[in-house]
């Protein structure tokens, strides 16, 4: 079974430009969920989606944002780049069949994101 | 809020080593799920391990294992026999029944093993 995919791998965008990441889940999951990696902040959640519905979101400024497809695939949006969006954003899948927390959570490969 | 922490920042062993990477929780859930991955220089995070609140049967999988303990909210992940390929960074994470699947990071350790 494929595992979960991220385009693009690798971006470079000038600050006050916006970007789209893309994340299609592993097959038959319904749960996809963002993260954000960055040496001075580690790992942190930015938003989950559930069929097509999120769920849960992060405490991260309104300049972020996403949404989940019909076949579970997800994109998040960010807008305004500003040099401290440079990261690692990472996606990841869940088979989520009630909704419940516990799920394991399955990552990519990560998009690294480097703003000028 | 939970919280989970990491208390060692790098640590570095010589191959056959046993290790033990160390990891603490805070939540004010009763119901939480507490995992491990590992996140090797490629980046990827790989999931090694769930644990829910009402399961503390400690776990054993070949050369690692896993120490839970809710009296001290401790987590502890144990590599017997380390080998270079055990190389990376280490992330416990917590997640509560009702945070849904927001998972919380620990701040990572990273593990060196030298050959």
């Known amino acids: 079974k494929a595992g979960v995919t991220q385009t693009p791998r690798y971006l470079i965008k000038t600050r006050g430009q916006q970007v789209t990441l893309s994340c299609s889940p592993i097959s038959g999951h319904r749960s996809v969920s963002w993260y954000q990696q960055t040496p001075g902040q580690g790992l942190q959640f930015l938003f989950e989606y559930f069929s097509e519905t999120q769920r849960n979101k992060g405490n991260f400024p309104g300049r972020f944002s996403g949404r989940q497809f019909s076949n579970s695939r997800s994109e998040m949006n960010v807008s305004t780049l500003e040099l401290g969006d440079s990261a690692l954003y990472l996606c990841?899948?869940?088979?989520?069949?009630?909704?419940?927390?516990?799920?394991?959570?399955?990552f990519g490969p990560g998009t690294r994101l480097t703003v000028t | 809020a939970q919280k989970v922490t990491q208390a060692q920042t790098e640590i570095s062993v010589v191959e056959k080593e046993d290790v033990t990477l160390d990891c603490v929780y805070e939540t004010r859930d009763t119901t939480y799920y507490l995992f491990w991955y590992k996140q090797p220089p490629s980046g990827e995070l790989v999931f090694l391990i769930r644990?829910?609140?009402?399961?503390?049967q400690n776990e054993i999988s070949g050369r690692y294992s896993w120490n839970f303990q809710k009296s001290t909210s401790s987590f502890n992940f144990t590599i017997t026999a380390s080998q270079v390929v055990d190389s990376a960074v280490y992330f416990c994470a917590l997640t509560e029944r009702t945070g849904r699947r927001a998972l919380t990071f620990g701040s990572g350790t990273r593990l060196q093993v030298q050959p």
């Open positions: 644990r829910n609140s009402f399961d503390e």
């Open positions: 990841a899948s869940s088979l989520a069949v009630t909704g419940g927390a516990g799920g394991e959570q399955y």
